[in-house]
């Protein structure tokens, strides 16, 4: 058996394409412009990277982004004082801190100060909680784009076997909560997990957001499993992620591809989530599809 492919860059292209028509249509009909401010404090390259793409991505979608890069020595009151002035634009219904952030600053105090409103990376400790408890959310884009599709791919999610391996606050405990929202029976695993391939070829649905190249062997799958690779790794032979691709998608019955997989639908969200939250902060129905 090879696995269907899970094309998450043409699931990403149709979705960024939905959310430009009702940009476009927000502006039409309300003279509203969705806008999403990006900080980058230092001068990390991969983080460069990701915040030009993110910008490109925005004005893609026709919503205003505004960038703003803070010297790598900025004391962190400055980058409080930009959070601040950030909260308080009506122009911004977004606000996404890069991270890593430099040694000197306190990441969760910085996450935390910004309006749970406008998190559109959902790392408050209020969306946290919120998605924890059920109530609406913002949710981080990773997991919410591994959700969209796993429920594009599978339908109703109720009653499957879902191994999440990882309990990073950005990916593994979101993931977990939204598939147990989903109704699925959710396994956390992480590097302490005791008989890990045992767990594995139980799962109907693995996500795995390890950081190790090629971790998820080929004999952990379960037959028919659908498997979701979050992981993003730099090796010699380029990026691969965090399953044993060529392997695995000889028994799976549904795999993502790294690169093209996962990837691209966590920008998609990031759209998705500043469009939901610019509805929100306008009274206006939240366009269908975006949120979980
Ligand atoms: P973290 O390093 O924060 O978390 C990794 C998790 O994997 C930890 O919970 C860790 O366990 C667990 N782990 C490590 N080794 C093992 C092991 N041997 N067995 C079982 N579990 C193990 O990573 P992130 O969650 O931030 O990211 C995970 C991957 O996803 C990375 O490759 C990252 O690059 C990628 N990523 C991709 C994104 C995308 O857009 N596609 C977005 C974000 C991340 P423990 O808690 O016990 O240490």
Redesign the pocket.
């Given at each position: 058996m090879t696995a269907e492919l899970i094309d998450g860059k043409a699931f990403a292209a149709a979705l960024r394409g939905r959310i430009a028509t009702a940009v476009a249509a927000l502006r039409a009909e309300h003279g509203i412009t969705p806008g999403l401010a990006v900080v980058l404090v230092g001068e990390d390259p991969a983080s460069s990277v990701y915040v030009r793409s993110k910008g490109k991505a925005t004005v893609e979608v026709g919503m205003e982004g505004f960038q703003h890069r803070l010297s790598a020595e900025a004391p962190q009151e400055e980058l409080l004082a930009l959070i601040a002035r950030l909260n308080d634009d009506p122009a911004v219904n977004g606000i996404l801190v890069q991270l890593p952030l430099p040694r000197h600053m306190d990441e969760a105090a910085v996450i935390n100060a910004i309006a749970p409103e406008k998190d559109v990376d959902g790392f408050t400790v209020l969306n946290a909680g919120r998605l924890a408890t059920g109530q609406k959310a913002m949710v981080p884009?990773?997991p919410l784009?591994c959700l969209m599709l796993l429920r594009d791919r599978l339908g109703s999610l109720a009653g499957k076997d879902a191994l999440v391996?990882?309990?990073?606050n950005?990916?593994?405990k979101p993931m977990a909560q939204l598939l147990l929202a989903d109704s699925a029976t959710v396994t956390v695993?992480?590097?302490?997990?005791r008989d890990?391939p045992d767990l594995c070829r139980r799962a109907d649905i693995v996500v795995a957001?390890?950081?190790?190249a090629r971790?998820v062997q080929g004999d952990w799958i379960k037959p028919g499993a659908t498997v979701i690779d979050?992981?993003?790794?730099r090796t010699g032979d380029g990026l691969v992620g965090?399953v044993d691709f060529d392997a695995v998608r000889e028994v799976a019955g549904a795999i993502t591809p790294v690169p093209g997989g996962?990837?691209p639908?966590?920008i998609a969200c990031l759209l998705a989530n500043t469009l939901t939250a610019t509805a929100r902060a306008n009274g206006l129905p939240e366009p269908e599809g975006l949120t979980p």
């Open positions: 884009c990773t784009g391996i990882g309990r990073s950005i990916v593994g695993a992480h590097s302490r997990t890990l957001a390890v950081g190790r971790f979050v992981g993003i790794n965090d996962v990837g639908m966590t």
